[in-house]
C-alpha cells in the first residue's frame, strides 16, 4: 500500500502549476504586442516621411499678393537674399531677419546686400534667436508689435514645413504665406542621391515630428530649453 501510495502521491515528480503557463501566456502575449507596436509605429513613421516629402516645395513661389511683413529664417544658402529682395519689391512693409548671429553686422548685411542697403537701412529688423522655436517667437512678438495679420515666411524648403507649423502655433490668428528658397543644387540633384542631402531629409523630418509633438504635449516650452539641449548633445 505504501509503494502504490508513493507512485500516486509523485507519480509525475511535481505538482501541475498553472501560475507559471499563465505568466508565460502573459510574457508571449506582451511579446508580440510590442512588436506588433512596434511595426505599425515604423510603418506610421514612414508614411509620415513619405507625407513629409510630399510637403516640401520643389520650386520657388509665385506669391499671388503681398502681406503686411515679411520674415526670414536664417540658416541657408540665399534666404536673406531672396527676403531682401522681396522687401524691395515691395511685398511687405516690414523685414525681419530672425536668428541673426551675434557677431554679424548690419553693416556686413549691407556689404553682402550693395544693391539695396537703402532698404536695410530703413525697413529692416533683427533679432538673434537660436533655433526654429526661438524664431517663432521672436516673430510673434514683432508681428503683434506692429499690428501684422499677414507675414510672408522665407526659409529653405525643406525646412519650411517645420517652420511654418512653429510660427502658425504661435500666431494662430496671422495668415501666413509661405516662400521657399530652392537652390539650384536641390534642383538639379535628387535628395536621395546622396548620403547628406538624405540625411539632411531625415533629421529635418524627426525634428519635425518632435517638434509636433512638443506643440501638444508642451505647448509653453521656452526656445532656451531645447538650445541647451542642442548644445549638451553636440558637446558629447
Not at 499563465?22 to 502575449?29: K, T, V
Not at 519650411?160 to 509661405?178: F, N, S, T, W, Y
Request: proline share 5%; with cysteine; aromatic share 8%.
Amino acid at each position: 500500500m505504501s509503494m502504490a501510495g508513493s507512485k500516486s502521491d509523485g507519480g509525475t515528480g511535481e505538482m501541475p502549476d498553472p501560475t507559471g503557463r499563465a505568466s508565460r501566456r502573459w510574457l508571449r502575449r506582451l511579446g508580440w504586442s510590442t512588436v506588433v507596436a512596434g511595426v505599425a509605429a515604423a510603418v506610421m513613421l514612414a508614411l509620415g516621411f513619405v507625407w513629409f516629402l510630399s510637403s516640401i516645395p520643389e520650386d520657388e513661389v509665385a506669391l499671388a499678393h503681398n502681406a503686411d511683413g515679411i520674415v526670414v529664417l536664417t540658416g541657408g544658402a540665399s534666404r536673406v537674399a531672396d527676403a531682401i529682395e522681396l522687401m524691395a519689391a515691395g511685398r511687405g512693409r516690414r523685414l525681419l531677419i530672425s536668428g541673426l548671429h551675434r557677431t554679424t553686422t548690419v553693416g556686413e548685411i549691407q556689404r553682402l546686400n550693395p544693391d539695396f542697403t537703402r532698404v536695410i537701412r530703413c525697413c529692416v529688423d533683427y533679432d538673434h534667436s537660436r533655433n526654429t522655436l526661438g524664431n517663432a517667437i521672436e516673430t510673434k512678438r514683432w508681428a503683434e508689435g506692429r499690428g501684422f495679420r499677414s507675414i510672408i515666411v522665407v526659409t529653405s524648403n525643406y525646412h519650411m514645413p517645420r517652420a511654418l507649423a512653429e510660427i502658425a502655433h504661435q500666431l494662430p490668428g496671422v495668415e501666413l504665406v509661405p516662400y521657399p528658397v530652392v537652390t539650384s543644387k536641390q534642383r538639379a540633384e535628387p535628395w536621395w542621391r546622396t548620403v547628406a542631402a538624405a540625411r539632411l531629409m531625415i533629421f529635418e523630418y524627426v525634428k519635425y515630428v518632435y517638434a509636433k509633438l512638443r506643440m501638444e504635449f508642451h505647448p509653453g516650452a521656452r526656445p532656451d530649453e531645447f538650445a541647451s539641449l542642442v548644445d549638451r548633445l553636440r558637446a558629447k
